[in-house]
């Protein structure tokens, strides 16, 4: 079950999209670059050989040969056409917050494919949208719904959530304990002065303290103010695996919230992490589609790895130790009590991933990023907890945890309800590869899916869930962010040991009408956007 939103645009490009689509064809408006004779996948329907035209930011026609000429053609002969990818889960906040140019092209995303990204995931989202659309403030003369004009050049387009962990953090800090009515107050006007201004809905990392201190009160709260202004709740669960209230738990949870605030779930990076929950993706399944069926909207996605990412805190240490902040834990280390409980859960936690040597160190301290934890704790001639715990004393630290089985990814990647994610992260393959290894490894190698379906889930399918409705597919009027990969060479190249290169494969990238790759090099184009979501009508001020 879909819901679709309109999105914050020009009026004049509404008023050009209109035109497109009651008599616009390339021939009658000309076009700045026809794609042609690839194999075109709409984004939502069969196949067909043909072409794509595109003037301005605007595809002008979808068909079998665009007529009339153009400045450009690009020859697709033998090459896969495609709406540009749209990644719902990302941790690019930090390079498209970056004063360097370079880094806001995010170039790991584009030579995939991806051409939107939604960032503020797992509770990390700025209330402060302006800071984060990088615009001037609100009130910009001729802006539809007053969102002010980016200052900035991207080379993606994004959307953001307001994220629960940066709403607690500001009005309460890393304590653990619950609001106060004043608080609770202060923390629902900042979710509605957020969906205000632009974002897409209230993200949660229940899982990660301090918002692991967070309980139902609380998050309903929060929830029902963003689902007055219309957006989703985007949850990684309280639980993935079985720390606290387990899978199913966690997942009953995630539903309850949604039922109590009358508000969408989205489930993030859908998973079975860990040795006691392996093989329940089919019980998940169940139980999602069967809230499905009781009319509630639940969608989720997933990144194609085996390995999930955190930091190595978040994977062992137990969330009491945590209370107060990094410096609380630090100081916990020093107590041997309080020790002499810690070992016993952290001894838990590492048992449930897999044990050290399914823990590889990502990021952290000199002569420890590469290696496994057991490693590093036979290097060191000490226990894999104590090595824990000598890191951690010294920086926190980036961990891909060796922790799922591939037949419960393959079981999620099947639901139609299940779209493609990476949840980049640096020091971790996902980052720069994550479209390209669901291609290549689920869609070539294993056939899990078919091409129509990968391509569909990774771009209409998104934009519905979260109501883009001119984009994720290829359609005349609709924005112009257009892919083309050669179908025998589209590939990651990045892995758990090299996680920074580039995917292979990608020929021509078009974001917003701008070739941002051509011919498989990267042009410099910074044509991306950022995309404030229009709140509810009559919803706001």
């Known amino acids: 079950m879909m819901r679709r939103t309109r999105w914050t645009i020009s009026t004049a490009a ?23 004779g690839g194999t075109v996948y709409p984004g939502d329907a069969a196949p067909f050989r043909g072409d794509v035209a595109i003037k301005g930011d605007r595809i002008v026609y979808v068909g079998p040969q665009a007529p009339g000429p153009a400045k450009r053609v690009i020859d697709a002969t033998g090459l896969v056409v495609a709406p540009g990818f749209i990644d719902p889960h990302t941790h690019v906040d930090n390079a498209l917050a970056s004063s360097d140019p370079a880094a806001r092209l995010v170039l790991p995303f584009l030579t995939q494919g991806v051409t939107t990204a939604f960032l503020g995931v797992d509770g990390s989202g700025d209330p402060d949208m302006d800071k984060t659309f990088g615009r001037a403030k609100i009130g910009a003369e001729g802006m539809m719904d007053g969102f002010g004009q980016s200052t900035r050049d991207y080379g993606i387009n994004f959307a953001t959530y307001v994220g629960l962990g940066a709403v607690r953090l500001k009005v309460i800090g890393p304590a653990d304990r619950a609001p106060t009515a004043a608080e609770t107050a202060k923390m629902t006007a900042l979710v509605s002065d957020a969906m205000c201004a632009g974002a897409l809905g209230l993200s949660t990392g229940l899982f990660y303290a301090p918002q692991s201190f967070a309980r139902r009160p609380e998050v309903v709260a929060l929830a029902k103010a963003a689902a007055a202004k219309g957006g989703v709740y985007d949850s990684h669960i309280r639980d993935e695996s079985s720390y606290t209230i387990g899978l199913k738990g966690a997942i009953d949870e995630a539903l309850a919230f949604g039922r109590e605030a009358g508000i969408p779930v989205h489930i993030a990076h859908i998973k079975a992490l860990g040795v006691d929950v392996h093989g329940q993706a089919g019980a998940i399944i169940a139980q999602i589609e069967a809230a499905q069926k009781a009319g509630q909207i639940v969608h989720a996605d997933q990144y194609p790895w085996s390995a999930s990412g955190t930091g190595l805190s978040a994977a062992l240490m ?13 100081k916990r280390f020093d107590e041997p009590a309080t020790m002499a409980k810690m070992r016993a859960e952290i001894a838990d936690n590492l048992r449930r991933r897999g044990g050290p040597s399914a823990l590889l160190i990502t990021s952290g301290p000199s002569g420890a990023e590469g290696k496994t934890l057991e490693a590093i704790a036979k290097d060191a001639g000490v226990d894999p907890i104590d090595a824990a715990i000598d890191i951690l004393k010294q920086r926190e630290a980036g961990v891909a945890s060796f922790n799922q089985s591939e037949a419960d990814i393959a079981a999620f990647i099947r639901r139609p309800w299940v779209v493609t994610s990476s949840d980049a992260s640096q020091g971790h393959p996902r980052y720069y590869a994550s479209f390209a290894r669901k291609y290549a490894l689920y869609v070539k190698d294993k056939k899990v899916i078919d091409l129509q379906t990968f391509i569909d889930r990774s771009t209409s399918t998104t934009a519905d869930m979260f109501g883009l409705s001119e984009r994720g597919r ?17 590939g990651p190249r990045a892995d758990y040991t090299h996680p920074t290169m580039l995917s292979t494969g990608m020929r021509f990238v078009v974001v917003n009408g701008q070739l941002a790759i051509e011919e498989g090099e990267v042009t410099g184009a910074a044509a991306g956007r950022p995309l404030p979501r229009t709140p509810k009508p009559g919803s706001c001020p």
Do not use: K, Y
């Not at 050009?16 to 670059?33: E, K, N, R, W, Y």
């Not at 137990?318 to 990094?326: N, V």
């Open 474 to 490: 290829l359609e005349r009027g609709a924005f112009a962010d257009v892919i083309a990969f050669d179908p025998n060479r589209f």
């Open 14 to 36: 509404v008023v050009l999209a209109a035109a497109f689509t009651s008599s616009g064809t390339a021939q009658d408006v000309g076009a700045d670059i026809v794609i042609r």
């Open 318 to 330: 137990p969330r009491w130790a945590q209370d107060g902040g990094r410096a609380a834990m630090l």
